[in-house]
């Protein structure tokens, strides 16, 4: 029995080593091969009409200068409608968004306001919304980041290619909640950039990113990685996804830690549902967008699970080991001094070169751990209903 655990606790191993080594290794590499495209100093090309849809959700803290953004956007302003879901808002969203829609820097901007007296979720409004909106392209967008000037002109350059569905911008923090957070999202850019050079990113930030709206599919009221599903739904029917580093979306909202634990369970849970959902993204054809799915996300959704089957592995074989009686111990105190660490202040160690590989290891443990229970929950059936944003709701 020893030989089999040990022949499956080392393929396990194997595959840990893969998915935070090696994967990441072999993207970075391939980041100098990445396909952005730079807007061209030529007007030329025809400018597509575009949508830019905001869900809201008790945002009135931030709606008024997303609108501010949207009105400073360069792009022709008869090609560009802004559209302000608010779904169900319980806070003054609606009123200062009205209000933001009617001062001057806004004037030449086309501006709707949808309001839905009864919060319906996220999945449920875009369903409702997108079948409606004439335009070449919709730009989904947080209402807590602001866009790049020049965004809508970057990806309106991608869409001259017919076979580009998607458009995905970078996701930048202005204030990241820690240091591991920072780096965790600096790691992001880089793998999807790798992820680009041989195919399609691997899913987009739903702070902003672009598509066809003729492409748009209802999704499942049950949905739970929406920014994951729906672009990726387009990819998996041919079509390319790009990801373009001068396309940027600042995230001005801080999440603090108990946001981003609850952030990290749902996504966890929506980790799972999209690899059972979207098995066509495994398909050969695909290439190096299949190779992607199956090494990034696929083995993401399934990380919290190999590493508590490794640790329960290693806990038996050290019953006859001291070197798994070590090896058992060293996991479990890691994981006690990484939840432990969540009581300091912000969560965070002191700042200091020393700390910074305790602190991303911290994260990484703490984010699994959140993962673990994300993944449980929804094999369980213990959510149930439509997501709201967690900052929100």
Same mark, same amino acid.
């Given at each position: 029995?020893?030989?089999?655990?040990?022949?499956?606790?080392?393929?396990?191993?194997?595959?840990?080593?893969?998915?935070?080594?090696?994967?990441?290794?072999?993207?970075?590499?391939?980041?100098?091969?990445?396909?952005?495209?730079?807007?061209?100093?030529?007007?030329?090309?025809?400018?597509?009409?575009?949508?830019?849809?905001?869900?809201?959700?008790?945002?009135?803290?931030?709606?008024?200068?997303?609108?501010?953004?949207?009105?400073?956007?360069?792009?022709?302003?008869?090609?560009?409608?802004?559209?302000?879901?608010?779904?169900?808002?319980?806070?003054?969203?609606?009123?200062?968004?009205?209000?933001?829609?009617?001062?001057?820097?806004?004037?030449?901007?086309?501006?709707?306001?949808?309001?839905?007296?009864?919060?319906?979720?996220?999945?449920?409004?875009?369903?409702?919304?997108?079948?409606?909106?004439?335009?070449?392209?919709?730009?989904?967008?947080?209402?807590?980041?602001?866009?790049?000037?020049?965004?809508?002109?970057?990806?309106?350059?991608?869409?001259?290619?017919?076979?580009?569905?998607?458009?995905?911008?970078?996701?930048?923090?202005?204030?990241?909640?820690?240091?591991?957070?920072?780096?965790?999202?600096?790691?992001?850019?880089?793998?999807?950039?790798?992820?680009?050079?041989?195919?399609?990113?691997?899913?987009?930030?739903?702070?902003?990113?672009?598509?066809?709206?003729?492409?748009?599919?209802?999704?499942?009221?049950?949905?739970?990685?929406?920014?994951?599903?729906?672009?990726?739904?387009?990819?998996?029917?041919?079509?390319?996804?790009?990801?373009?580093?001068?396309?940027?979306?600042?995230?001005?909202?801080?999440?603090?830690?108990?946001?981003?634990?609850?952030?990290?369970?749902?996504?966890?849970?929506?980790?799972?549902?999209?690899?059972?959902?979207? /098995?066509?993204? =495994? $398909?050969?054809? @695909?290439?190096?967008?299949?190779? &992607?799915? !199956?090494? +990034?996300?696929?083995?993401?959704? *399934?990380?919290?699970?190999?590493?508590?089957?490794?640790?329960?592995?290693?806990?038996?074989?050290?019953?006859?080991?001291?070197?798994?009686?070590?090896?058992?111990?060293?996991?479990?105190?890691?994981?006690?001094?990484?939840?432990?660490?969540?009581?300091?202040?912000?969560?965070?160690?002191?700042?200091?070169?020393?700390?910074? /590989?305790?602190? =991303? $290891?911290?994260? @990484?443990?703490?984010?699994?751990? &959140?993962? !673990?229970? +994300?993944?449980?929950?929804?094999? *369980?059936?213990?959510?149930?209903?439509?997501?709201?944003?967690?900052?929100?709701?």
């Amino acid at each position: 029995m020893a030989i089999w655990l040990l022949c499956l606790l080392a393929i396990l191993w194997c595959i840990i080593i893969y998915h935070h080594v090696v994967y990441p290794i072999i993207m970075m590499r391939l980041q100098q091969f990445d396909n952005e495209i730079k807007i061209s100093s030529s007007p030329a090309f025809q400018n597509r009409t575009i949508t830019i849809l905001v869900p809201a959700y008790n945002e009135e803290d931030v709606i008024a200068d997303k609108i501010r953004n949207v009105a400073s956007l360069d792009y022709p302003s008869d090609k560009l409608k802004l559209v302000i879901a608010c779904d169900g808002c319980q806070d003054n969203t609606v009123n200062i968004a009205r209000k933001a829609a009617s001062e001057w820097y806004s004037k030449d901007l086309n501006i709707q306001i949808v309001e839905l007296k009864k919060n319906h979720g996220k999945v449920a409004l875009l369903n409702q919304i997108i079948p409606d909106i004439k335009s070449d392209i919709i730009a989904l967008s947080d209402a807590s980041a602001l866009i790049s000037m020049d965004a809508l002109k970057l990806a309106n350059k991608h869409f001259e290619d017919d076979e580009v569905g998607v458009v995905a911008a970078t996701y930048t923090l202005l204030n990241p909640g820690s240091e591991g957070e920072k780096q965790y999202w600096d790691y992001q850019v880089n793998i999807k950039r790798g992820e680009a050079a041989i195919g399609s990113p691997i899913g987009v930030h739903g702070a902003l990113y672009f598509f066809r709206q003729h492409l748009f599919e209802p999704m499942p009221a049950d949905t739970i990685n929406d920014d994951f599903i729906l672009p990726m739904k387009i990819v998996g029917r041919g079509y390319q996804a790009r990801y373009d580093t001068s396309l940027i979306a600042l995230e001005l909202e801080q999440a603090n830690l108990a946001m981003d634990q609850k952030r990290r369970i749902r996504i966890a849970a929506g980790n799972f549902q999209q690899m059972l959902r979207l /098995p066509e993204l =495994l $398909a050969p054809g @695909l290439g190096g967008t299949a190779l &992607s799915f !199956l090494s +990034g996300k696929v083995l993401r959704a *399934l990380m919290p699970l190999i590493i508590l089957v490794q640790l329960i592995i290693c806990a038996v074989l050290a019953f006859d080991s001291p070197s798994f009686l070590t090896l058992t111990a060293l996991q479990v105190l890691g994981i006690f001094l990484a939840r432990l660490s969540l009581l300091l202040p912000n969560g965070e160690l002191p700042k200091s070169k020393a700390f910074k /590989p305790i602190k =991303l $290891a911290f994260y @990484l443990i703490n984010g699994y751990y &959140s993962s !673990l229970i +994300g993944t449980l929950r929804y094999l *369980l059936k213990l959510d149930q209903g439509h997501w709201q944003s967690v900052s929100k709701s």
